[in-house]
């Protein structure tokens, strides 16, 4: 088929362009950022940088596929999205005017990627959480900013199927990661951040790193090759509700640093900026949904997807 990946120059965009082009798809990868910026670039794909905010770019992006993978957004770790919630809504204009080009091109089947940000705070506001269910979405509160953005747009991929009959995919991810990821800068997520800290450490000698908040507030984590395999699985399903794509391996922040310490052979002394942005208190998956309909659920450990992804940042910090 002929697929567009929008956001490719992203994370997840990027690893799923390669898999698509690995499967034998004719690939249209697009982002905004110039291709010097992209994770990763793939020869072999039509690479085009294009602005998706602009309604005559998402027509030109979408003309011709078949499908429609959205993964573009403008967002990063917890650190990013609390301080730039107006950034994060504005991506609400991509979705908008991809899916009305998708349907005007008359593609077949259009991805949108949401996040697990859209639940509710009061869900998520005690380390003891309980896992989060895809009916917890409502009664609606979502992340301030970019939860209101995924939510939002969610919707709007169902009015779309509804009113013009574009067949429709939506996956709820809880915090992706792995290599070729963002790492620093301010928009990397908790593993990464870890993973560059304690790389940091290891390499200067200096073995004490930051922790932000008391490092017992508790996620679950899925390595990025699973979160690919739930998105093509989805895709390919007759599900076109939002569906969790996560994890139900729940931990602290003070075990991932735990973990990763170990991974790197380091002791590290740990000291806590509790004035610095923390999220929730606890939030997981729960994929009785996700195993029911379509099967799927991950296979990769929170301590090997760790390994890989703390040699490839280590290594990127070593140079």
Request: with cysteine; net charge negative.
């Amino acid at each position: 088929m002929r697929i567009l990946v929008a956001g490719a120059g992203g994370f997840i965009g990027g690893h799923l362009a390669g898999v698509l082009l690995a499967q034998g798809h004719d690939v249209r990868s697009v982002d905004r950022k110039d291709r010097a910026d992209w994770h990763q670039v793939h020869p072999e794909a039509e690479n085009v940088v294009a602005d998706l905010n602009a309604p005559d770019a998402a027509a030109g992006a979408v003309s011709g596929c078949d499908r429609v993978f959205n993964m573009a957004c403008d967002m990063g770790g917890m650190g990013f999205i609390e301080s730039h919630k107006a950034r994060c809504m504005l991506s609400v204009l991509t979705n908008t005017h991809l899916i009305a080009a998708a349907v005007d091109a008359g593609v077949d089947r259009y991805f949108f990627a949401s996040t697990a940000c859209v639940y509710p705070q009061r869900l998520q506001d005690s380390t003891e959480v309980v896992a989060l269910r895809e009916d917890d979405a409502y009664p609606a509160d979502p992340e301030d900013g970019y939860g209101w953005e995924k939510l939002f747009s969610e919707r709007m991929c169902r009015h779309m199927a509804e009113d013009f009959g574009i067949d429709v995919r939506v996956a709820r991810f809880h915090n992706v990661y792995g290599p070729r990821g963002t790492w620093d800068g301010g928009r990397e997520k908790a593993p990464a951040a870890i993973c560059r800290k304690v790389a940091v450490a290891k390499a200067t000698g200096n073995h004490e790193i930051e922790i932000w908040g008391d490092g017992e507030q508790r996620r679950s984590f899925l390595y990025i090759d699973d979160a690919i395999e739930g998105v093509l699985t989805l895709m390919e399903s007759d599900v076109s509700d939002p569906v969790n794509i996560g994890s139900e391996e729940m931990v602290s922040i003070n075990e991932l640093v735990d973990a990763v310490s170990d991974i790197a052979g380091v002791t590290l002394r740990r000291s806590h900026d509790l004035s610095a942005p923390q999220g929730v208190r606890g939030r997981s998956s729960d994929n009785t949904m996700v195993r029911a309909r379509l099967g799927w659920e991950p296979t990769i450990s929170l301590r090997d997807g760790l390994a890989p992804t703390y040699e490839w940042i280590a290594a990127h910090v070593t140079k």
